[in-house]
């Protein structure tokens, strides 16, 4: 634990991304302010999801950024800090020029929120015409992306004062290594660029039939739901983390096999592959994206040719063939390696180092 400053930092934290809505921005909001919240002086204004897990809607955003600003506006003093916790907020960035001294900027990356403009279409041309204006008036912001890839495609829109932090994750089982079952598992939200369809059209045909897929999480992209039609697949839905935990340890694999789509989207991290070798899952992911951070190639995981079937079906092959003494040694390495590289206490004192080194170059002293 990294001891406060004294006088110690203060800290504003602002994001539209918390609980109960799901997804991977949720989970850096809540797990990197709580650690944060044990380093430095945390002001948080977090902005719920809906109770069935969705983001909030669009009223309840332009609600929330009023209220930011007219608190912030009230404050006797301004903070040291205003980190914003995805890049489709930036315009809060603008509030720190109502600040004497004026705060420093850092707006945290994920994937989806610099790549959007990769799609394309007037939207797409819209959203990136948004991004490079904000990079225009946020010359000295600070990006923190969650991992190399990201950070790429923010230089993309013109932020270039970028970061990188690859993420964590808090689940946790017995370090123990389960027995297993002969099927595998595919856990995350169904959209095109995660892969699901993909593996079940072109990489299960090719596994023995008595391999089956069973896959949990919500389906986010109507096309995706062609899944439920393979008679092979077993549809979990949404789990909660016992849940989650047990299936990572009981499968044969875990599988990450996104793909690489047209419109340019692409994983910002992967947390799903961090938090299945964390618990004592064998993970095979895609090597594409932030993919490539989230799995340490060997020893947390394994990664695959993205969008290559013969290759997924010769390493899941290689992973079946193991006997129990090596897929023993494996985990017990991969689960010890997976939760030192991977904790939220290492990603919070990673982004207090760039706390620092933001308020030095603002030649701050708090």
């Known amino acids: 634990m990294v001891s406060k400053t004294s006088p110690p930092r203060t800290v504003l934290f602002i994001t539209r991304k918390w609980p109960p809505a799901v997804g991977g921005m949720e989970t850096y909001s809540a797990r990197l302010t709580g650690e944060l919240a044990r380093r430095v002086n945390l002001d948080l ?4 999801g809906r109770a069935n897990g969705l983001p909030p809607t669009a009223w309840s955003i332009l609600g929330f950024a009023a209220g930011v600003a007219r608190d912030y506006l009230r404050r006797k003093e301004p903070p040291a800090i205003i980190h914003i916790g995805d890049m489709a907020c930036w315009p809060f960035a603008l509030l720190a020029r109502f600040g004497n001294p004026r705060p420093a900027v850092l707006l945290s990356a994920h994937g989806t ?7 394309g279409g007037w939207k797409g ?13 946020n010359r000295n912001a600070t990006v923190i992306a969650n991992s190399s890839a990201t950070a790429r495609v923010a230089a993309e829109s013109g932020w270039l004062g970028v970061a990188v932090v690859p ?7 017995s370090a123990s290594v389960p027995p297993h079952g002969r099927h595998l598992l595919f856990a995350g939200r169904l959209i095109e660029q995660k892969g699901c369809l993909w593996f079940v059209r072109n990489v299960l045909p090719l596994l023995p039939p008595e391999i089956r897929l069973k896959v949990a999480g919500p389906i986010w ?10 008679p092979r697949v077993d549809y979990l839905g949404s789990l909660d983390k016992d849940a989650l935990v047990a299936e990572y340890r009981n499968a044969l694999c875990v599988i990450v096999p996104n793909i690489e789509p047209a419109s340019g989207e692409f994983e910002g991290f992967g947390l799903v592959a961090v938090e299945a070798s964390a618990v004592g899952g064998v993970v095979l992911a895609s090597a594409t994206g932030g993919l490539v951070e989230a ?6 995981g394994f990664l695959v040719p993205p969008g290559d079937p013969p290759a997924w079906r010769d390493k899941i092959a290689k992973v079946a063939a193991w006997d129990e003494t090596r897929r023993s040694e494996y985990l017990t390495a ?25 308020l030095a170059a603002e030649g701050q002293v708090r």
Do not use: F
């Open 125 to 137: 041309r819209l959203y990136g015409a948004y991004l490079r204006l904000g990079a225009w008036l």
């Open 167 to 173: 993420l964590a994750t808090d689940l946790a089982g």
């Open 113 to 119: 929120d610099v790549s959007y403009h990769r799609r």
């Open 334 to 358: 991969a689960i010890a390696r997976s939760r030192q590289a991977y904790s939220w206490g290492r990603v919070a004192d990673d982004v207090v180092k760039i706390y620092d080194g933001a």
């Open 45 to 48: 204004a977090a902005l719920p």
């Open 221 to 230: 992209a109507k096309a995706e739901a062609a899944i439920l039609d393979d």
């Open 295 to 300: 799995v340490i190639d060997g020893e947390t």
